[in-house]
């Protein structure tokens, strides 16, 4: 340890200490160029009744734009994204942002475009939102898609909202959804804000539901099950077939969080699993980058008996091929979000879809299946793998080899860091103790899987040699470990 | 594939470690009548040059985005100039390939600048907690009516008064449905303000908040201060919603004039309209509501060697923690399109911020004048104090008379039937630092007024 103090890690070049914006201000610089007002600019400022204006300037900071640029250069230094190297974060779809569809994205025809101009003059947008529809409905196998959601999780609410109007349509609006122990914590939450009670059961022990343990659940007041497919253990859910019969058969509904749709692409599709409801991440399957926390977005595609409920509005051809937004539904949910959801992401997501085809995204699904299990039959070598049951497209260990060496999954997830691999998702999912939940999609050569595998199974070494160095972790990063007991007790929430 | 790093034998050699034969054994636990036995049918794949020719095509027939164009449109989505710094910043990709910052020691680039951004919001809004974003103004207005009925928990009624735009009540409406909050419209007065007797005669000691739009959806000032006096007289919360940012440089912080939580759509400091998204939803509130706030929030700490540093935190309001209890739902948010907004105010600054305020409410100005030289048009409440957006009447063909001006290149606004029947002779047109005195002519010119 001594000695990697001393290698000058973390103290050369780029990574030093950046001060926060307003320390680095100096009151009369500025760092922008407006052009002049043409009209009146004290009469404007008068117009404004005195109790409405602004008594004083807002204090935000004065800086010059050299310095804006060197400030958010040198902070994202401090950053790693995929562009930096791996990111195998389980169930979070950590593939390659292609740099081409960035391009597409900031053609000046889409970013320039309002969402209140004329549809006619707005027809390559709507082509594209409408291809884009027609795309995911033959991926997933689903009727027709909104694509309103920012995000998987608005997705989420979306989708359970149509479950609801689908349900008070029918004549009672149900109390109750079933979800598994293995499930995002969105799926509970989204379910609570659609006005459900959450009914949670136990995936088997194999690691995949169980007709039996559901049957005992089912009665009228379940509205639907909100299940993860494959789940969030990787496995696939191989009775789903006979769940969604059942849950049918009960007039309840079948909800699959598509969040792990990188697995399925042109080998299986939830519409024809019985699946009714089914939100799509594109940042995760189809590579819009994540922005660190966003923009997303998160269609979502429904089956024939929930058409009528899809949020307004949504995108329809008329004979003679020309596109528009058709707003007159009367049974639809109502909105989720102003306008028509995050377009400039299904720029990006349509491009990645054009150019892989349908050959490449079936491609696409087998090498990340590919990538996972490679990770999983070499790692499971010194890990111990969270069920026996094969899994797709991530790989789940428990920490049950280095736990009795007084090393938590955080020790291991910290040291990776200083590899100089982003860790992968850990502590869930729930059922698995201590667990580290690996996802390397596709675009991870077989080079760097191998460093991971390498430098995971020194840290395994190192757990037994030398514990303190994973206690102290990471050691070669800007920061060393954060307190974020600290961050909670006190919260300083700005400057 | 240029994604695709793998050779022939490299998957041959990865197949024989995992101990399967194929790629196609690695699916074996799908069942087979679950399989799809056939290709996907989609359009066969593109070389990039391709795909670019493709997208390049598409982008041309929306003809409404094409350089030339003069746009008035507004309607809660404003297009401001962005420098070009903030785009470039944006391509760096270590900001925008990264994830949500879960692990704080590699992601110290994003949570310092949402800490920054937190800071920056809540000078602009006047709020002493600013979340790291939601994902519109309109989704965040409906989070803060789902707040403000934990906040007050034994009453179960929202207003939203006077002209709030018609697609945040829709969103609210929807975000509403089943959650035991009822939601009442209060409708706007002839001086296109909210109508403060109805609003008045409403208010009582069930209403868990009223929601106001600043400026409103006719670019008109509401009295914020009156209406504080009313919500808080019968211990409602005021919710008050800005869908253009740049008027914080005029107008006062909402929350100094009486608001509880703020909400407001940032796009527009971000970026183009992108055709409505992404946007960026700002969402504020008092400290002592911030147990109640839905979203992330980035709080400043040390490291273990005393070092300044930042995470995540207060996360046990969250989803991933606090599951079906969790203040919202929300997990991704807008981190990136926050990130621009950052920077453009760090450009903007102190004077710039407030510059930019001035020329539009000037520029907003000296357009309606030219509109209303020769008396054929005439604003729409013409005794209200405006910012940058104004209803003009045009007469009845105001909507042939719109269609007409975007054939001669200007789209001369929003035609205001389609949300009021009422107002089916007007026009809701929206003026910038991107206007100048010939964009004015033009625009009266092609609404021949």
């Not at chain 1, 659609?194 to 509205?223: H, T």
């Not at chain 1, 990188?262 to 399957?285: C, E, F, W, Y």
């Not at chain 2, 002779?425 to 929206?430: A, Y």
């Amino acid at each position: 340890m001594a000695d990697e103090k001393n290698t000058g890690f973390g103290t050369r070049g780029l990574v030093r200490r950046e001060p926060l914006l307003n320390e680095r201000s100096i009151a009369g610089r500025h760092g922008y160029s407006l052009p002049p007002a043409f009209g009146d600019v004290a009469a404007a400022e008068n117009s404004i009744p005195q109790q409405l204006r602004r008594q004083q300037p807002p204090a935000l900071p004065e800086l010059d734009e050299p310095t804006v640029v060197r400030h958010f250069t040198r902070l994202s230094t401090w950053n790693h994204g995929v562009d930096s190297g791996m990111y195998p974060l389980g169930s979070c779809t950590m593939k390659y942002n292609p740099r081409l569809n960035e391009l597409m994205a900031r053609l000046s025809g889409f970013t320039h475009l309002h969402p209140y101009a004329p549809e006619s003059m707005s027809q390559g947008a709507l082509e594209l939102m409408w291809e884009l529809e027609q795309a995911l409905c033959e991926i997933t196998g689903l009727k027709r898609f909104t694509l309103q959601p920012a995000a998987g999780a608005q997705g989420e609410l979306c989708g359970m909202k149509m479950v609801r109007a689908y349900h008070t349509a029918c004549g009672n609006p149900r109390q109750k959804v079933i979800i598994p122990d293995t499930a995002h914590g969105t799926n509970p939450a989204s379910a609570h804000l659609a006005g459900y009670r959450v009914v949670e059961v136990k995936s088997g022990p194999a690691g995949y539901l169980q007709v039996e343990a559901i049957k005992p659940l089912l009665d009228e007041q379940v509205a639907a099950i909100m299940l993860t497919n494959p789940n969030t253990l990787g496995v696939f859910e191989r009775e789903v077939g006979e769940i969604a019969r059942l849950m049918h058969q009960a007039g309840a509904l079948v909800y699959c969080d598509g969040a792990n749709l990188n697995s399925l692409m042109g080998i299986a599709r939830p519409g024809d699993m019985g699946v009714d409801v089914l939100q799509v991440n594109l940042h995760k399957t189809f590579s819009t980058p994540h922005g660190g926390g966003g923009p997303g977005s998160g269609p979502v595609g429904v089956s024939e008996k929930l058409v009528p409920f899809l949020p307004v509005p949504v995108v329809e051809k008329d004979a003679s091929g020309r596109f528009f937004f058709d707003y007159r539904r009367p049974q639809s949910i109502g909105r989720m979000k102003a306008f028509y959801g995050n377009f400039a992401i299904m720029v990006r997501a349509y491009s990645y879809i054009r150019e892989l085809g349908g050959e490449g995204l079936r491609r696409a699904t087998e090498l990340a299946v590919l990538n996972a299990n490679y990770l999983r039959a070499r790692l499971s070598k010194f890990l111990k793998p969270a069920v026996e049951t094969p899994s797709l497209h991530e790989a789940v260990f428990s920490d049950e080899v280095f736990e009795g060496l007084g090393i938590a999954t955080l020790d291991v997830a910290k040291r990776l860091l200083d590899y100089g691999f982003h860790p992968p998702t850990v502590y869930f999912p729930l059922v698995v103790h201590g667990a580290l939940m690996i996802e390397p999609t596709e675009t991870e050569s077989k080079e760097t899987l191998d460093e991971f595998i390498s430098a995971m199974e020194k840290i395994l070494d190192e757990a037994r040699r030398q514990p303190d160095l994973l206690h102290g972790a990471p050691h070669h990063t800007h920061v060393g470990r954060l307190d974020e007991v600290a961050a909670a007790r006190e919260p300083k929430l700005h400057w | 594939m240029r994604y695709f790093p793998h050779t022939p034998d490299q998957i041959r050699q990865m197949l024989s470690d995992i101990g399967v034969a194929s790629v196609e054994q690695l699916f074996s636990t799908i069942p087979s009548e679950m399989r799809l036995g056939r290709s996907l049918k989609l359009p066969a794949g593109m070389s990039e040059s391709e795909l670019s020719r493709h997208l390049r095509q598409l982008s041309a027939k929306n003809q409404a985005g094409a350089d030339g164009m003069l746009s008035f449109i507004g309607a809660g989505l404003t297009h401001h100039f962005v420098p070009a710094a903030v785009d470039q910043l944006l391509l760096r990709g270590e900001f925008f390939t990264a994830y949500t910052p879960y692990q704080p020691e590699a992601s110290q680039g994003t949570l310092q600048a949402i800490f920054e951004y937190q800071s920056m919001m809540a000078e602009l809004t006047g709020c002493e907690v600013v979340n790291a974003s939601m994902y519109d103004g309109a989704s965040a207005a409906a989070e803060a009516l789902l707040m403000a009925g934990r906040v007050g928990k034994k009453r179960n009624r929202v207003l939203l008064a006077g002209a709030v735009h018609p697609e945040t009540v829709q969103v609210c409406r929807t975000y509403l449905t089943d959650s035991g909050l009822d939601l009442e419209e209060i409708p706007f007065g002839g001086d296109g303000l909210i109508d403060l007797g109805r609003l008045e005669s409403r208010l009582d000691d069930k209403t868990a908040a009223i929601l106001v739009q600043q400026p409103n959806f006719f670019g008109c000032l509401e009295n914020l201060p009156r209406l504080a006096e009313l919500a808080h007289g019968k211990g409602a919360l005021m919710v008050v919603s800005v869908l253009e940012p740049v008027s914080l440089g005029l107008m006062e912080a909402p929350a100094r004039l009486g608001a509880d939580i703020v909400t407001a759509e940032g796009g527009g400091l971000a970026g183009a309209p992108n055709f409505g998204g992404p946007g960026l939803g700002i969402f504020g509130c008092r400290a002592q509501h911030v147990w109640q706030m839905p979203g992330r929030l980035v709080g400043q700490t040390v490291d273990k060697n005393g070092q300044r540093g930042f995470v995540l935190t207060l996360a046990a309001r969250e989803q991933h923690i606090r599951r079906a209890r969790a203040t919202s739902n929300i997990c991704t948010n807008e981190g990136l399109v926050a990130l621009a907004a950052t920077i453009h105010l760090a450009l903007l600054g102190k004077t710039g911020f407030c510059e930019l305020a001035r020329t539009n409410a000037a520029n907003a100005r000296a357009t309606l004048e030219l509109l209303e030289k020769k008396g054929r048009a005439r604003r729409a409440f013409p005794q209200t104090a405006f910012f940058n957006e104004f209803v003009l009447r045009v007469g009845k063909d105001a909507k042939e008379r719109l269609e007409k001006a975007a054939s001669h290149g200007v789209l001369a606004g929003v035609w205001l039937g389609r949300f009021f029947e009422q107002l089916s002779d007007c026009l809701l047109i929206s003026v910038t630092e991107l206007h100048d005195r010939r964009s004015a002519e033009r625009l009266a010119e092609a609404l021949e007024v």
